[in-house]
């Protein structure tokens, strides 16, 4: 594959109708790094929906790119375990995989899961959505006007920090380190990158730990409060996990509650930059910020897979997937699959059933901060439309290298000034 910096579209698109279909292999985070991964995939639903890859760098895998496909393998995890990780890449440093509730099966997913979802209940999301709309007023009215700057880091990371900060119950002046460690997390080592070295992750992750472990203590010597980490410390499932249990699943709330959120608030702006159209309408109808939210997290895809392994052998698509196979769940691709959604490739704001998309999963790990992700997508619309008739992206963004995080690492915008 070319280098992910020069790899155009038309370039992606020979290279995935060429080479024979059993060499195909879409977890290259180069592709997604250069937004050049859509031919693949389109041929991939074409041709082979349940496709195996024999050979890359995460051993042998099959990839599963359509839409009810993936809803099969996601509402069944009686045969396809979340047990060891949840993405391609296995996790190879340490002691193996952490453990988190989005990587285990029954009956200890269901009750780690029901300890912390009371922090994104509808009471609480109500309570919270005052002080999420303060803190996005504040952000926007201390942005730059008529000059450059980056979305990301000024507004996407500010406001989804704050709210992760405040579920935490931790000071809003470390937010930015628990950004920092959210992108850690998912970071490829490599030389000029965020971490360089697998060491070098190994060391922010003890800084990390130690950060959480010093939060626990806190928690679980003082009454029981409404953040997260009390909520664990005190919930009488989770009170007594091993500490690497609790890291983890301090990873899965970090990544869960960040990324995801960030990336559509970003990728918001880009998309209603792509198509100018769907922001004439927006500006004529801001009561379709709603349906645009959902549209976006459709179009946008922040995760872009997910992985089980198979507990029994079982036929998908005519495809017979082994007990013990690795299966990856595209839900990029079926974000963008024609047999269920009209015209998916196109963005637009007012679809008939916006929410129609596979970008929360299915079943028993469905996002368990779904609506929290709407709400604040929604409040920080609302207050840019307030304040802004248009914002305009200056260049192409700066794409994270990975395949399974898709975002953005920066990107150029300028608000025009009023005449």
């Given amino acids: 594959m070319a280098d992910g910096n020069l ?7 020979d290279e995935a109708y060429s080479l024979p279909l059993e060499e195909l292999n879409p ?18 639903r074409k041709e082979d929906p349940v496709h195996y890859t024999a050979e890359s760098e995460h051993g042998p895998y099959w990839s599963i790119t ?15 375990s979340s047990e060891g990780g949840i993405t391609i890449a296995e996790q190879t440093q340490g002691d193996g995989p952490l453990p988190m509730f989005i990587a285990m099966d029954p009956p200890k997913h269901d009750v780690q899961r029901k300890t912390v979802s009371p922090a994104v209940s509808p009471m609480n999301l109500a309570r919270l959505e005052p002080l999420i709309r303060e803190r996005a007023a504040g952000i926007l009215d201390s942005l730059p006007i008529g000059e450059e700057f980056d979305w990301v880091d000024l507004v996407s990371k500010e406001l989804t920090g704050m709210t992760l900060a405040t579920l935490f119950g931790m000071p809003q002046e470390d937010r930015r380190r628990l950004i920092n460690w959210s992108d850690v997390v998912t970071a490829i080592p490599m030389p000029g990158g965020l971490v360089e070295s697998i060491e070098q992750k190994m060391q922010i992750f003890v800084e990390y730990h130690a950060y959480f472990t010093e939060l626990w203590n806190q928690r679980v ?18 009170r007594n996990m091993e500490p690497r249990e609790y890291f983890g699943n301090i990873v899965l709330l970090t990544v869960g509650g960040n990324d995801t959120t960030r990336n559509t608030i970003t990728g918001s702006i880009y998309a209603l930059n792509k198509n100018p159209d769907q922001y004439d309408k927006l500006r004529a109808n801001p009561d379709l ?3 645009m939210v959902s549209e976006t997290i459709r179009w946008q895809t922040p995760l872009a897979h997910m992985r089980r392994r198979a507990l029994a052998d079982h036929e998908i698509g005519g495809k017979l997937i082994r007990k013990g196979d690795k299966v990856v769940m595209w839900y990029v691709s079926g974000n963008r699959d024609e047999e269920v959604i009209e015209r998916p490739n196109d963005y637009i704001i007012d679809r008939e059933r916006p929410r129609t998309h596979i970008s929360f999963g299915f079943g028993i790990h469905r996002c368990v901060g779904n609506r929290l992700a709407e ?3 929604k409040v920080i619309w609302e207050e840019i439309m307030k304040r802004f008739p248009e914002i305009v992206v200056v260049d192409e963004p700066k794409r994270v290298y990975s395949s399974f995080v898709k975002g953005y690492e920066s990107m150029q915008v300028v608000i025009p000034r009023r005449n």
């Fill in 7 to 13: 790899l155009s579209l038309n370039q992606a698109r």
């Fill in 27 to 44: 977890a290259q985070p180069a592709l997604f790094q250069a937004d050049a991964h859509w031919p693949m995939f389109e041929r991939l």
């Fill in 289 to 291: 910020i709603t349906s």
């Fill in 66 to 80: 359509k839409y009810n496909d993936i809803m099969a393998v996601d509402t069944n995890h009686q045969v396809f």
């Fill in 221 to 238: 010597n003082a009454d029981p409060t409404g953040d997260l980490i009390s909520m664990l410390a005190h919930g009488p499932e989770t």
């Fill in 375 to 377: 709400l604040q997508l």
